[in-house]
């Protein structure tokens, strides 16, 4: 028997994405109003009892001229992304899909993003430019962001870097010696970050690589971070670690990465669709 409230029923189509294994919920709201809630979100992000995420991709109809639409970004906690890397080039690849185009433009919290879609198949995204003062990461107190005072874990002073969202990189000798899920909350959620940040440990190849592992802010360790990719570049070019074209090695796959000192970053790397669904349920109460 049909329940009383069925008229109020939402149903909320989704396609799930991911580039280099950081996992989306992509919700294309750009020709219906859909509202949700943090419980929402958090539900949804329940990799048990929902479909289980790293970020909720929201695509809505953009008031600028210039943008093919506006994104954005909730983390699996339910807090707001300012910036997603993997994610803008997930949306990008599905608008391109659906337009049979191969170019797009994003508004977005951090600006006007554009994408591309290569030879290859890739997606290339121009992301902002780096922020790197003080008041901008943010962080708590004045200090130089290239050698953020913050000695914790036996780690070295991190690098601080806004990528539309904040991150600190730190660099170490040997990844594989750190147990980063145990370490990350702490990081995350230090003082010194007064809006929480993304925690990037990077151990340099070459002058031309490095690889990286991030405990994201409001998702804990993902198996790739475009924007943690793009920070950690910046702050190893800072301290004169690798050049301006540098390969980052993450542990769901490799992005290129472009920076040539100023300007804006540039991210290349694979996206794939894994399947689509519909969430289904009364008001922001939705069963998945
Ligand atoms: N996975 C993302 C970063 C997502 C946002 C981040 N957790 C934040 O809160 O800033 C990426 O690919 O950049």
């Not at 370490?183 to 690589?209: D, K, W, Y």
């Not at 943690?228 to 769901?252: I, N, S, T």
Request: charged fraction near 20%; aromatic fraction near 6%.
């Amino acid at each position: 028997m049909a329940k009383p409230y069925r008229a109020a029923m939402q149903r909320i189509p989704f396609i799930k994405m991911h580039g280099l294994g950081n996992d989306f919920v992509l919700i294309d709201r750009r020709e219906k109003v859909l509202e949700f809630d943090a419980a929402f979100v958090t539900r949804i992000a329940d990799r048990h009892r929902g479909v289980g995420f790293d970020q909720l991709v929201i695509l809505d109809a953009s008031a600028d001229a210039d943008a093919d639409a506006r994104i954005n970004f909730l983390n699996s906690d339910g807090s707001l992304a300012g910036a997603c890397g993997n994610g803008t080039r997930c949306a990008a690849r599905y608008l391109m899909d659906q337009s049979a185009i191969d170019e797009i433009s994003l508004a977005s919290g951090s600006g006007l993003l554009r994408a591309v879609r290569l030879a290859d198949g890739q997606i290339k995204v121009g992301m902002t430019e780096p922020r790197l003062a003080w008041r901008d990461i943010p962080l708590a107190q004045p200090c130089d962001t290239l050698h953020v005072p913050l000695r914790l874990f036996g780690l070295g002073e991190p690098v601080a870097v806004n990528m539309g969202n904040p991150h600190a990189v730190f660099f170490v000798d040997d990844l594989d010696s750190l147990d980063i899920p145990a370490i990350g909350p702490t990081l995350e959620r230090h003082p010194m970050f007064p809006e929480r940040a993304n925690i990037g440990f990077a151990q340099i190849v070459s002058h031309e690589a490095l690889r990286l592992r991030v405990f994201e802010r409001g998702a804990g360790l993902t198996l790739a971070c475009g924007s943690g990719a793009c920070a950690a570049v910046v702050a190893a070019v800072r301290r004169e670690l690798v050049g301006p074209a540098c390969q980052v090695q993450l542990d769901g796959g490799e992005l290129s990465i472009a920076w040539a000192g100023a300007g804006p970053v540039f991210m290349t790397g694979p996206t794939a669709y894994s399947f689509e669904g519909m969430l289904v349920g009364e008001g922001n109460h939705v069963d998945v």
